[in-house]
């Protein structure tokens, strides 16, 4: 399976797209490969292109961090939807447990 197959095949799952479409929105892409601990962005480095890891240890962080990621933001909604509900002695009484 190509690079273009497994993107075509990665965004079908949120979207229908013909083979055609799938063609289309694919022929930009151009396939890299990175040699392992190879850097691909570094500091002070202006991004010009986005990558998309097909193969490789990048997803599991990426994974982990989109987990952390959607953990603060569930809690800061809790927390903003507790201080627009509750009274100051309510949010204070929770506050101590």
Same mark, same amino acid.
């Given at each position: 399976?190509?690079?273009?197959?497994? !993107?075509?095949?990665? $965004?079908?799952? =949120?979207?229908?797209?013909?083979?055609?479409? #799938?063609?289309?929105? +694919? /022929?930009?892409?151009?396939?890299?490969?990175?040699?392992?601990?190879?850097?691909?962005?570094?500091?002070?480095?202006?991004?010009?292109?986005?990558?998309?890891? !097909?193969?490789?240890? $990048?997803?599991? =962080?990426?994974?982990?961090?989109?987990?952390? #990621?959607?953990?603060? +933001? /569930?809690?800061?909604?809790?927390?903003?939807?507790?201080?627009?509900?509750?009274?100051?002695?309510?949010?204070?009484?929770?506050?101590?447990?």
């Amino acid at each position: 399976m190509t690079a273009h197959d497994r !993107i075509a095949a990665y $965004v079908r799952k =949120f979207v229908p797209l013909s083979e055609e479409e #799938a063609m289309d929105f +694919t /022929a930009p892409f151009k396939e890299v490969k990175i040699k392992k601990r190879q850097f691909i962005v570094q500091p002070g480095f202006v991004a010009k292109h986005r990558w998309w890891v !097909i193969k490789g240890a $990048v997803p599991a =962080f990426e994974t982990f961090f989109r987990i952390l #990621a959607e953990r603060s +933001t /569930a809690s800061m909604q809790r927390r903003i939807i507790m201080n627009l509900t509750h009274t100051a002695e309510e949010r204070y009484h929770y506050f101590l447990e």
